[in-house]
Structures are given as C-alpha cells and as structure tokens.
C-alpha cells in the first residue's frame, strides 16, 4: 500500500521536476514570468513564484488522483503522496539550482552551454539571495503547492465542474452549435444565417487597421492551406510532410511570370493565378505518381525531402538565371480591378476571404460527394476500399492533386501580398505549421481547421512574448493531441467515432474499473 | 492460383503507370550516361587522387549513416512505423559528447597545469561515446513511453504525426537551450581531425584521417555486434518474433513492450555513437544537425530493403557512396548532393520499393 503511494507520490515528483528544470533550461519559465507580471502589475519574482505555486498545485493534484486498483485514498495516504512529490521534485529543482547558481557565482559564463541561463534570469531565480537560500526556498516551495494541490484536489473531488474533459468540451460545443443548428434547419433561418456572416465578413476588413488585416489575411492564408492539407490528410489520410512545395509552386509561378527580374514577363496577375494554381496541382500529381501507390509512412519522408529539395533548387547559385537564387524575387505584381490598384492589406483580406469561402463550399461538396466517400474509405481501410472497387491510385492522386491546387493559391496570394518571395519562405516549418493547424483542428473537419488556424496562428500574433516557444509548442502540441484527442478540438462526427473505436478495439476493458465519481461510465 | 485456371484474358495488360516506369528509367540512365561520358571521358575533371578522396569520404559517411540506419530499421521491424524523431535522438548524443569532452577540456589534471583530455586522451574518448550512448538511449526510451507506447493500435497516420511532433520539438528544445549558434567539438589531442596517413595516388597525396577510420572502424564493430545480437541472443530471437507477430510473441511468454522499449534503446545506442562520431569526424553541431543524416539514413533504410538489417548496412554504404562520388562524376554542384541522393529515394520507390535485399512485402507491411 505505501509502497504504492510512495510510487505514485514519485511519479508525479519526477514529472514535475522535468517540467520545471526543462522550462528553467529553455528559459520558459521567465517568459511566463514577465507575462503574469505585466498582466497583473506584479514583481517579476513573484510572479516567477507564482507560476512554479501553480504547477506545484496541479502536480499535487496528479499524485492525489486514484489509481485503477482502488477506492478514493484516506487523507494520510493523500498527504503521504503529495508529501513524496512535492520533497522528490523539490529535491531535483533545489540540486539543479544550487549546481547552476555555484557556478554562477564562481563566474562561470553558463551562458556559453546553456543560452537562456542569462545572469539576469539567475537573479530572478536566486531571489537576491545565497544559492543555498534559493536551493532551500525551491525545495519548499513544490513541497507545499503539492501539499495544498493534493488537499484540493481530494477535498473537490466530486465537485460538479470536473468531468472527464471531452465532456466539458462537448458541452460547450452543444451551447455554440445548438442553437446555430437549429436555425439553420429552416430555410428562412440559413438565408439569414448566411446573410448575417456575409455582412459580417464584407464588413469587417473595412473595421479593421492594416495590421489586424494583415495578420487576419495570414490566417485567412492559413485557414486555406488548412483546408486543403485537409483534404490530403484529413479526408484521404496521406500524411504529405512537404505540402510547402506547392506553396512555392504557386508563389513563384506568380514571382517569375509578373515581376521585372529575372524574366520581365509582367504577365498580369488575374492571368497568372489560374495558371499558378494548375501548375500546383499538376505538379501535386506529378509528385504524387511515383509513391501513391505505397503506404503512407514512404509518402511522409519523400513529401518531407522534397519540401526540403524545393527549398535547395531554390536556392542554389546553378539555378539562380532561372529562379534568381538565394536573392528571391522582388516586385512581384499585385492585382488590380476594373483598372484601379487592388493590392491594399484590406484588398487582399477580401480576397482571402472570398477565397476562403470557395475552397470551403469546395471542399465541403468533395466530402459529400462520390470521391469524398472513396477518399474517406482509402483512409479507413486501403485494401478493402480497393475491394469495393476504388480505384485508389486516381482518387488517391486527385486528393493530391487538389489539395496542392489550394496549396498554390495560397501561395499567390502570400507572394503578391508581400511582393517579394524567395526561397527562406518555404521550409520545413511552413509546413508542419499547416499540418499542426489541420491536426489540432480535427482532421477532415471544416470548422476544426479554421479555430485550428485561428489557434495557432491567431494566438501567437497575441501572444508576442511567446514567439520562441511556438514552435516548439506547436511539435509538443502535435504529439500531446495524439496521445489525448486525436479526433481534433472540433472533430467531425465520422473521425471521432473511428477514433473511439480504435480506442476501444486497443484497450479491452480487462481490469474492472474503477467506478467513476458519478453518473457512470456511458 | 494455377495460370491455366485464369481465363486468357486477364493476361496481363500494360499500364500507363509502367510506360510511365520505363520512361523515367531510360530517362534517367540515358541522363546519367551522358554525363558520366561528359566527365570522365571529354573533360576528365578529376585525377584518380580526388576519385579516392570522394571515395574514402564516402565510406565514412556511410558508416554514420549505417549506424542511423539501422535505428530506423529496427523501430519499422517491429513497430512498422517510422521513428521520425531518430534523428533527434542522434542529435541528442552529439550534444552529450560536446559538453562531456568540453568538461573534460576545461577540468584540471594534479598540479592544473594540463587538462584531463590532454592527460587521458583514451579515456576522454571513452567517456564521450558513453555520455552520448547514455544520453541518445533515454531519449529513444523516453519518446517511445511518451510519444509512441499509449498510441499502440491507434490508426497509422496517429504514431507518425505523434513521432514528426517530438521531432520538432526536440530540435526546438534542443535550439533554445544550447542556443542558435553552431558548436565545434573539441579536436581531441588522440584523434586530431587534420591528422593522418597520407597515401600517394598518381603523385598526389591522399590524405585518410584518423578520425575517419576511427569513425568507419567503429561503425562496423558496433553493427557486427548489433547483427550478433539480433541473431544470436536471447533479447535478438525476442525482437524478431515481435517483428513477425505481436500477439503470437505475447502468447509465447514474451514481454512486448519490453522488447519495444529494448529496441528503441539499441537503436539510441547506436544513434548517441553516430553523433559523437559525427561531432569528431566533422566537427560541427547543432540544434538541426540529425535533419539531413536522419532523411539520408531512411532513404538508405529504403534502399536496402526496409526492416532488413544486411540492407540497411549495404543501403548506407551504397548511399554514402553516391552521395559523395554522385555530384562529382555527374558534373554537378557539390550543394546539390542532397538532391541526388534523394532522387534517389524516389527512384528506390518507384521501381523497388522493397530495396536491394528486401523481400516481396506483403501490402500490410508495405
């Protein structure tokens, strides 16, 4: 029993002293810091204390949760625990601070090896005080938020705000959607619906600055590429890890076609962009031949080494006549109406949004339609979709194909957005971003990869101090809803079914459960 | 099926897929030819010297990439997925060899006046592989109990987007805490990097550090004992009954999850070894450094027949040698090598997906 306990108390101690020594090595922890202290006119220190109290809390919390085996745990054996987590980790973070403090203070620059370790992060972690004052305050410190954490969490255990979370979230979908859904059933209420978005969206970009448009254009830019990754990932299950190779289709068909260097075609832009998006989406099938016709894993690592290739061709000084090399292409043309200039930030807001809406009617017919099914079948099952007579290389090529076409748009709409583009837009990031936005949305959702793109583009725009961790964010972010909600924040009914079901189908109950805090487990 | 039962006209019709085969092969050899006779008949840019050199650089970065190679064969054996974050796991042991030959560099010896490493040259290098072995082993533990283990059954498309997600974010976390910047290993005083025997080709001198064959030594040892262990252990007859069947090996008395989690060490094990090499044969680290060698060493996975460790080994010397003689006897951009090695992946895969040594796979491994 106490040994149980003792392991528990252990497991959680250790999670969060890796949490909070590995936040403490990528200088997190002062980022967060400075956000709480400007948000609530705190000292920086307290602040700093307040974000460690708070994990402490939430790992108190974890080491007083009841394990599969066993009923609700008596107080002391939930203060045993706590106890244990909070001095194992106190311990860790304590060692670890009076080891880089020491070596502070005999004027070692840690800075060398460890770059966030800046003197000034140091001080606000020393507390202006001796290392082992520090070490001390930081042993205690988990000690007690575990203590308190595990306190809490027992003593509201059964209080009505916790339910498993997809519930919680359901729950809060139920409320946004309900209603919507509900109007939209009548024809008058979809007629309404729809007019009041459309007011809104024509409205909007008018409202807004340059700025606002711009970033919100960015997400719009997103939101498109989201939605045909979508179709790649989502609806046919091609994971495509190169997807910014047609992006760079589109944006340098339109770079080398409309500006001065290094061609001087100065083709006009309404020409190029039918052109460019074809190009895309020929290229997508081009690309796609030679390993659709394996499994996905294959397909991941070749879209990633040739989302690496384009990059390098762009680049390179060989090909520089034709591509104008590592310089890019400046000056690229911007569209215009009815002879006036179209190109303003606000501009191109209406012509994401326009865009937006067509690839979402697009997409939204596709996945009801013939091919959708097939698609959607590929997805489940290769091998018995090809029995059911699919013919998986055409339909697997035209997901691919469109997918990539959307890609290209998005592309010429980012390169004459900004005028320039040049081969440093187009690495590897751009497309685990797009990738991250159709995963954490849900996969083969609509809705799921516009919050997605609002989410993980939109919030870092708000949250400028965060900008370094956001990739790093975004790679934790991919694996954490794997592991926890692999259908998306707004799945779409069929992925999340499927998932539930490999769930089932994984874990047999085999153990009996133990009996949930109420209402059962349905 | 016996053929006489097939009525006549289910032979065989050609597909466009196949024209479209035979087009790009003959392309493709019509082009390499071209410019093999271009170089080395009508300009014969290189002497025999400089042959040798792209050669011998070759075989060492084959080596490196062997060691890769064969974590990632390992993982699809068994898991029949694709380890993407292994190359973060490679980067890792780079890292951890930095910082123990950089301790030892700055750490006095008896009266101060010389450094451990200068002191025990042997025993620094020693201890270099073993922080970088230790260090790449728990990662690849680590991410498997954290990344892969709970998404066990989940559809393929979760494991694989659950792997590109630790990947970035160990090159992210590995970026903001040791910094953007490019380190260089220490050039320990045993095994300088510009040292070493020099031949003489055709007059000109060749030069073979020993740090090259240090790397290519050590390499084949440690996948001789590798293959050693796969075929003659205990631990080596677990593995592959896990990589034939999960259920049966479980039903036979075998931990798999153990021998996953075992797995994965070996292959950190093998990728910690490859960094430290890595940072003493090149010299240079950084936060990105497994991305290219990771992607070489899949292509060489594929090349030799993915799941196959002969394979991998052959895949990896085959590759290292094109790489390296590729850009060369084509006439091309040396910038351009990891072009060629990745058409090369592409062409694998367009006309023997199951590799040189491969066998037919069946559609469920493919």
Known sequence: MIASDVRQGLRSGMLLAIVVVFLFLIGATTTIADIFANALKQDRGVSLQAVLGLLALWAGSQAAKVSLDEKRPSWPRTLLRAGVAGLSSGLVIGLTLLLTLRLHEQGINLRTYLYQLSPASLDLWSLGRSPIAAALFHVLLPLVGCLVGAVLARGFRDAPWRGPASRRMSAVREAITRPLANAARTRWGRILLYAALGTLLLLLPLRLNNYWNFTLGTVGIYVLMGLGLNVVVGLAGLLDLGYVVFFAVGSYTIGLLTAPTPHNLMWDFWIVLPIAVLLAAIIGVLLGVPVLRLRGDYLAIVTLGFGEIIRVLLKAEALASFSNGPRGIPSIAQPTLVGLPFGSDRDFMYMIILSVMLVIFLTNRLQNSRVGRAWIAIREDETVARAMGINTLTSKLLAFGIGAAFAGLGGVLFASRSQFTGPDDFNLMVSINVLAVVIVGGMGSIPGVIAGAFVLKGLPEVLRELDAYRILSFGALLVAMMVLRPEGLIPSTRRRLEMQEARAAESPPATPVAPVGRGGAA | ?366
């Open chain 2, 1 to 366: 099926m016996p053929e006489s039962a097939l009525p006549a006209r289910t032979r065989k019709r050609i597909t466009p897929y196949q024209i479209a085969q035979v087009v790009i092969g003959l392309g493709f050899l019509a082009f390499v030819a071209w410019r093999l006779y271009e170089v080395l008949v009508v300009e014969r840019t290189y002497g025999p010297d400089t042959w040798l050199k792209f050669a011998i650089s070759g075989l060492i970065i084959g080596s490196v990439y062997a060691l890769i190679t064969i974590g990632y064969t390992l993982v699809y054996a068994i898991l029949r997925m694709i380890n993407f974050a292994h190359s973060e796991v490679f980067m890792v042991g780079a890292f951890a060899g930095f910082f123990v030959f950089e301790a030892l560099k700055s750490l006095p010896v008896g009266t101060g006046e010389h450094a451990f490493i200068e002191v025990y040259p042997i025993p620094s290098i020693i201890l270099g592989f073993v922080a970088g072995i230790a260090t790449s082993m728990v990662t690849g533990v680590a991410l498997e109990r954290i990344a892969y283990r709970p998404l066990r059954g989940a559809p393929r498309l979760v494991p694989l987007i659950s792997a590109v997600g630790a990947s970035i974010f160990l090159q992210n976390a590995a970026q903001l805490m040791f910094g953007p910047q490019r380190r260089t290993f220490v050039n320990l005083p045993a095994l300088d990097r510009n040292l070493g025997w020099t031949l003489t080709v055709g007059e000109k001198p060749v030069l073979i550090t020993y740090t090259g064959v240090f790397t290519f030594i050590l390499a084949i040892v440690l996948l001789i004992s590798l293959y050693l262990i796969v075929q003659r252990t205990r631990l080596g007859r677990a593995m592959r009954a896990v990589s034939e069947n999960k259920q049966t090996a479980a039903l036979m008395g075998i931990d798999v999850d153990g021998v996953i989690s075992r797995t994965f060490a070996i292959s950190g094990v093998l990728a910690g070894a490859a960094g430290v090499m890595w940072g003493i044969h090149y010299g240079q680290i950084h936060a990105y450094v497994g991305f290219i060698p990771g992607i070489k060493a899949f292509t060489a996975a594929v090349l030799g027949g993915i799941g196959n460790i002969p394979g991998a080994m052959l895949g990896s010397m085959t590759l290292g040698l094109i790489e390296s003689l590729g850009p060369g006897g084509l006439g091309m951009d040396f910038q351009l090598k990891d072009v060629i090695a990745f058409s090369i992946l592409v062409l694998v895969l367009i006309f023997r997906p199951s590799g040189i040594l491969g066998e037919v796979l069946s559609e469920e491994k493919l």
